[in-house]
């Protein structure tokens, strides 16, 4: 099958799990806060700019790929600018036909110039609202959950569960962990995730990236994770081809796939950090064959130099994915989001599916 152009997939709904608010800023955006509050840049050049910061994250240097969100945090310090990127932020995925998408960001990040955590998360808040309504209006409607991220190097997991929690009725949807995971185990974190349990809340961890089975285990045997924040390395634990007819799941990968536990994969970005060596050899084209609860997603949209329509048209290129592998990917994201049941069917019936329908016609 001939891969489905780009410009074909951009007005396709789509749903996003696992999109980082401070790996999607605009290039020009970065420019001018950083201007406002005196803070140095590589370049002044936006489009330069945006071009230094895919090629820092493809630079397979772990200084320079950390470099890259010193330069977006630091212009995400005040309430102007936390707020400006938000909205954004929501353009910019609406825009990508993007109609659902939980985003998330560490508020621990952003308090340098004094905000304290409560402020953080109203002046991202409010960006959301604005910059739904704006997409709305111009016809392109979108939901966003928050994600509230806590540092796995840190010790603020607890105050950030409790935030989170705090704010489960006015836009946050699920809270995450983040960070190196080598020597950061989640299981440093079980009284936040204790707590997010007993308080019927929603929960992914970062696992399985960076670090192989052993993240994966602890995040959802030890910690209860509801997701997988990318959860690649789980390949890991199958051996054999589908092709060939000699797969074998280990006992992890049976248990995720028979929980359906989600997959929050992001194809560039895993490429990026070495998790997987090309988006022909990603993993996720074999997770698909075994039917697991496969989800694209875009990571960190500035560095990565992507967005949910180039990940979906680098797969299609890649596997020979039509429209119907392309809307399972997107009801797969869709039935695993932390909004209410019935919220998660209205989108799917309402939206998606009448939205592909058109395009398998």
């Known amino acids: 099958m001939a891969a489905i152009a780009f410009s074909d997939i951009v007005p396709a709904p789509k749903a996003l799990l696992h999109d980082h608010l401070d790996g999607g800023l605009r290039p020009a955006t970065i420019v001018e806060l950083a201007d406002r509050v005196g803070h ?190 990318h959860g690649v390395r789980l390949v890991d634990d199958i051996t054999g081809t589908v092709g060939g007819g000699d797969v074998v799941l280990g006992r992890l990968a049976a248990y995720v796939r028979d929980k359906r536990i989600p997959l929050e994969l992001c194809p560039s970005s895993n490429v990026q950090t070495g998790a997987a060596p090309s988006i022909a050899e990603h993993p996720i084209g074999l997770l698909h064959d075994l039917r697991f609860r496969v989800t694209v997603n875009t990571d960190n949209r500035l560095m990565s130099g992507t967005s949910m329509s180039r990940e979906m048209a680098l797969l299609s290129e890649a596997f020979g994915w039509g429209w119907a592998e392309l809307q399972w990917l997107t009801i797969n994201a869709m039935k695993s989001a932390f909004i209410p049941y019935d919220e998660r069917l209205a989108i799917i019936n309402d939206v998606i599916k009448p939205g592909y329908g058109k395009l398998l016609a």
């Open 40 to 229: 140095r840049l590589p370049t002044t050049d936006p489009a330069a700019l945006g071009e230094w910061f895919v090629a820092a994250a493809d630079s397979g240097s772990l200084e320079r790929y950390l470099e890259t969100f010193a330069h977006t945090v630091a212009v995400m310090q005040t309430v102007e600018g936390l707020h400006r990127v938000a909205k954004e932020c929501a353009l910019d995925l609406a825009a990508d036909g993007v109609v659902y998408a939980e985003v998330r960001y560490a508020p621990e990040q952003h308090l340098e110039k004094g905000l304290s955590l409560d402020e953080v998360v109203d002046a991202v808040n409010a960006g959301f609202t604005e910059g739904a309504a704006e997409a709305a209006a111009q016809g392109a409607p979108i939901r966003i959950g928050v994600l509230l991220t806590a540092m796995r190097h840190a010790a603020r997991s607890q105050e950030i569960a409790e935030l989170s929690v705090r704010y489960r009725d006015a836009g946050v949807v699920g809270f995450d962990i983040a960070g190196a995971e080598a020597g950061f185990p989640p299981t440093r974190h079980l009284d936040a995730f204790e707590y997010l349990q007993r308080e019927n809340f929603h929960f992914t961890i970062h696992a399985g990236e960076a670090f192989g089975l052993p993240s994966i285990w602890q995040a959802i045997q030890w910690c209860g994770a509801d997701r997988l924040g």
